[in-house]
Structure formats: C-alpha cells, structure tokens
C-alpha cells in the first residue's frame, strides 16, 4: 500500500463514526436506520444477522451496524463491538412484559470493556403506541441513573414509524461522539 493510499485512508476515516444499534428482538431497530437514511419502512423483516448502513449526517460518515436481537443471535454480538464510538440501545417501551430482560441485556452490554468508551443513546422507541412507557419510566425500569458515572448517555422518547424523535436522538450521539473524538472541529 503506497503512502497516499494511506494518507487517504487516514483522511477518509478521520470524520467515520462506528454505530452499534442493539436491543431485543422487534424493538425497532432496522426501523429507525431505514427512516433516518429515508428508505420504505413499510415491509421489514426481523434482521437474522446484521445490517450495515454508511449515512451522511451533517459533516459525518456513519456506519450503522444494526444487529439482530433475537435471544438465539445475543450471544454474537459482541463479534461487533471492536472499534464502537456510540451505541443505541433500541427499547420497545410498549413491551412492559419484557423490559427486565431488556434491563439485563443492557447490563451485560455495558460492562464489555470494548464498548467502555462509547456514548450511548437510548431510544424509549414506540411512543406513538398506547401504554407506552415515557422515557422517565424507562429510566427507571433500566436503571440508566445507575451507570458509571463516566458513561455519557441520553434517552430519547422516539417513534420509529412516525420518525418523532430520531433526529434529536442522532443529533446527541454525533455531537458526543464528536466532542471526544474530534474535539469538535
């Protein structure tokens, strides 16, 4: 590899983002990568290995990885985390029946020492469904006060399909990402 070749590289991966999208099974997660890249939501699958979507945003490049969540495939997800500067942490806020699961899930998560450094938003997804937990409910059920104080997160009410939410939500995590690792040029 010749020297520019490298240079280019470096120059490319300068304003790259690395974006983990977990949470449990049918939480909303390729929803909201479809929605925030403007593609039909209207037919979607459960995802049974992973997506990646490179989007624009703003100044940045970001590679969304966007993994399945069903209890059979958790085990693999930390084939992913290398190299994650964000995190979101997708919750159906309508699925009451499931949050200490989620609660779990997300623990188990967040004490990977490959993913220490990462900010970490949460998206209280499916707030446009009835009996939907608000996001300060979701604090509590997921216990989010009780993170290492060093951990840089935030909780966003969003709605997948209306597209309520995600901006502010994406518009936190890249400002983040980019105060620790740009330094905010």
Same mark, same amino acid.
């Given at each position: 590899?010749?020297?520019?070749?490298?240079?280019?590289?470096?120059?490319? #991966?300068?304003?790259?983002?690395?974006?983990?999208?977990?949470?449990? /099974?049918?939480?909303?997660?390729?929803?909201?990568?479809?929605?925030?890249?403007?593609?039909?939501?209207?037919?979607?699958?459960?995802?049974?290995?992973?997506?990646?979507?490179?989007?624009?945003?703003?100044?940045? *490049?970001?590679?969304? !990885?966007?993994?399945?969540?069903?209890?059979?495939?958790?085990?693999?997800?930390?084939?992913?985390?290398?190299?994650?500067?964000? =995190?979101? !942490?997708? %919750?159906?806020?309508?699925? %009451?029946?499931?949050? *200490?699961?989620?609660?779990?899930?997300? &623990?188990?998560? =967040?004490?990977?020492?490959?993913? $220490?450094? @990462? $900010?970490?938003?949460?998206? @209280?997804?499916?707030?446009?469904?009835?009996?939907?937990?608000?996001?300060?409910?979701?604090?509590? %059920?997921?216990?989010?006060?009780?993170?290492? #104080?060093?951990? &840089? !997160? #935030?909780?966003?009410?969003? $709605?997948?399909?209306?597209?309520?939410?995600?901006?502010?939500?994406? /518009? !936190?995590?890249?400002?983040?990402? @980019?105060?620790?690792?740009?330094?905010?040029?």
């Amino acid at each position: 590899m010749g020297l520019l070749s490298i240079i280019r590289k470096i120059k490319k #991966k300068e304003k790259e983002m690395r974006i983990l999208m977990v949470g449990l /099974d049918n939480s909303g997660k390729t929803t909201i990568v479809l929605k925030i890249n403007g593609e039909d939501t209207s037919v979607i699958s459960p995802t049974l290995g992973f997506n990646i979507r490179t989007i624009r945003y703003s100044k940045y *490049s970001l590679n969304i !990885w966007d993994v399945g969540g069903q209890k059979t495939i958790r085990s693999y997800w930390r084939n992913y985390f290398e190299q994650t500067d964000g =995190l979101v !942490w997708v %919750v159906d806020s309508s699925d %009451v029946r499931r949050l *200490s699961d989620c609660r779990l899930e997300l &623990h188990n998560l =967040l004490k990977e020492e490959r993913l $220490s450094g @990462a $900010s970490l938003l949460v998206f @209280a997804n499916k707030q446009d469904i009835q009996g939907a937990l608000k996001p300060e409910e979701i604090v509590k %059920v997921l216990n989010l006060d009780g993170l290492d #104080k060093t951990r &840089h !997160w #935030k909780i966003v009410g969003c $709605s997948a399909y209306t597209g309520e939410g995600l901006l502010e939500g994406f /518009d !936190w995590l890249v400002q983040d990402i @980019a105060s620790r690792i740009y330094m905010l040029d």
